[in-house]
């Protein structure tokens, strides 16, 4: 399929909101849009879903605080690089990792809420999201959120999809970001190093073939006739 480049299509202009379902997401997935955004004055928001604490095994609620806290911050300086001067503070959403079902209607309501406030005062056109059929539940779940805050706001947001650990393509037009400059999206990613390392002790590790992040990222419209 060929894509359609983003800074020559009709959301040139667009501000973007990145939902990513946990830190690291929006490197793997959204690094080269979080960067063009940033450059051009139009990223408006990073909001990460899940609190991360699920990627380690942790003994008790101090060490799983520990590990939530080394996320956030791990979150921050891979937005600080991806964006450079055009960095916005990250949004911390406190979903449960690999739990998306333990929100109950109200929790998911408010977030909701929480995101169609930040799509006002940050006068966000496009949100771009992981990919409603990725393997992951949480990359899922972040779509119907994604989704939901859309449909709440009719005509006035696009909702764009990305790609991080499915093999095939999203249906939908094909965008396609500006090239990264050579080495700023593989720096990003080091900064999640509890993801990366054992600097946190035994856990999730990101696969090696992940690690290679191509120049471009390329985004997926979501469009009322691929609606479930």
């Given at each position: 399929m060929v894509a359609i480049p983003l800074n020559r299509s009709?959301?040139?202009?667009?501000?973007?909101?990145?939902?990513?379902?946990?830190?690291?997401d929006e490197t793997l997935g959204a690094g080269a849009l979080i960067a063009e955004a940033a450059r051009a004055g139009?990223?408006?928001?990073?909001a990460f879903m899940t609190d991360g604490s699920g990627s380690h095994a942790?003994?008790?609620?101090g060490a799983r605080r520990r590990l939530i806290t080394l996320r956030e911050r791990e979150a921050g300086l891979a937005l600080r690089r991806l964006a450079k001067q055009g960095a916005v503070a990250p949004v911390f959403l406190g979903w449960r990792d690999?739990?998306?079902h333990a929100a109950d209607a109200g929790a998911l309501?408010?977030?909701q809420d929480r995101l169609l406030a930040l799509c006002r005062t940050r006068r966000?056109?496009?949100?771009?999201v992981t990919a409603g059929d990725e393997p992951h539940c949480d990359h899922a779940a972040a779509f119907q959120l994604a989704r939901a805050v859309c449909r709440r706001t009719p005509g006035s947001l696009a909702l764009f999809r990305y790609a991080v650990w499915s093999e095939t393509a999203p249906s939908g037009r094909a965008f396609e970001t500006k090239a990264m400059p050579v080495g700023v999206r593989r720096h990003a990613l080091q900064a999640h190093r509890s993801q990366l390392t054992a600097s946190f002790g035994p856990g999730f590790?990101?696969?090696?073939?992940?690690?290679?992040?191509?120049?471009?990222?390329?985004?997926?419209?979501?469009?009322?006739?691929?609606?479930?």
């Open positions: 009709i959301f040139a202009r667009a501000r973007w909101l990145i939902l990513a379902p946990h830190a690291d139009r990223l408006g928001a990073v942790c003994d008790d609620a690999a739990d998306p309501r408010r977030t966000i056109d496009a949100i771009a590790r990101l696969p090696r073939a992940k690690q290679r992040m191509p120049a471009r990222d390329r985004l997926y419209l979501w469009e009322s006739r691929h609606a479930a």
